[in-house]
């Protein structure tokens, strides 16, 4: 079935410095993929997503590039700050809308 | 955007009690999602919520033990029943985005954080 792989946290960066979250997946067709954050004690926001192979989807300076041949999707944002301080979530969907999530990476950054 | 509100937002129960979660929207959706987010562990959708008709549980989820309800376009429960301690989990309501070629997000509640004693 289908599945997303992506590496456990939690991620302890410094203020300014360079991040990337891998993000890998399984499916059969072609997914959508996405990006979700879920800062401290709220929901899940939907950060960017990506709908076929080579786009790039990006918001508040994050950016991810859906890769069909390496069935990759990794987050990277190029100077974190102290508000990125969150959890983040890769998904995908396939042909309905059951989402099958990662499990989740949680991000520290360190002024 | 949909705003989503979840009541209640946490809550410490005993084992073998029951919980009803409730899911209200801003705006009429056709459907409604619930999920089950595990301490350390991805969400797992556990069923889909149609108004007008039964729920569509997804695999290793039963009517029995997450009844739902969904009464109108804006509103559902989620019932955790006869709850053990394996039941502690952060439940969340979800609605798909209705805009065009959008179909595929999803706007999600801020969670109902359960821990069953």
């Known amino acids: 079935g289908d599945s997303v792989t992506q590496m456990e946290g939690p991620v302890t960066l410094s203020e300014e410095a360079f991040l990337t979250i891998n993000c890998t997946y399984t499916?059969?067709?072609?997914?959508?993929l996405f990006w979700y954050v879920q800062y401290p004690g709220e929901g899940l926001q939907l950060l960017l997503k990506?709908?076929?192979?080579?786009d790039k989807g990006s918001n508040k300076g994050f950016e991810a590039t859906y890769r069909k041949e390496t069935t990759s999707f990794h987050l990277e944002k190029g100077s974190v700050q102290v508000s990125d301080s969150a959890v983040y979530f890769c998904?995908?969907?396939?042909?309905?809308?059951?989402?099958?999530f990662g499990t989740g990476t949680r991000l520290k950054v360190l002024a | 955007s949909a705003v989503i509100s979840q009541k209640p937002s946490r809550d410490i129960c005993q084992r073998g009690t029951s919980l009803t979660i409730q899911c209200q929207v801003d705006?009429?959706?056709?459907?409604m999602f619930w999920y089950r987010q595990q301490p350390g562990q991805s969400l797992t959708l556990i069923a889909t919520?149609?108004?007008?008709?039964?729920?569509?549980?997804e695999s290793g989820f039963v009517i029995d033990k997450f009844p739902i309800s969904r009464p109108n376009l804006t509103f559902s429960t989620l019932t955790v029943s006869n709850m053990s301690p394996e039941d502690s989990s952060i439940y969340l309501c979800?609605?798909?985005?209705?805009?065009?070629?959008?179909?595929?997000?999803?706007?999600f509640g801020p969670g109902t954080r359960l821990t069953v004693l």
């Open positions: 990506a709908t076929k192979a080579d």
């Open positions: 499916a059969t067709g072609y997914p959508s």
């Open positions: 705006s009429q959706v056709t459907m």
């Open positions: 979800s609605v798909p985005h209705e805009g065009q070629g959008r179909i595929n997000e999803q706007f």
């Open positions: 919520a149609n108004q007008g008709s039964e729920a569509t549980y």
């Open positions: 998904a995908l969907v396939s042909g309905t809308y059951k989402y099958i």
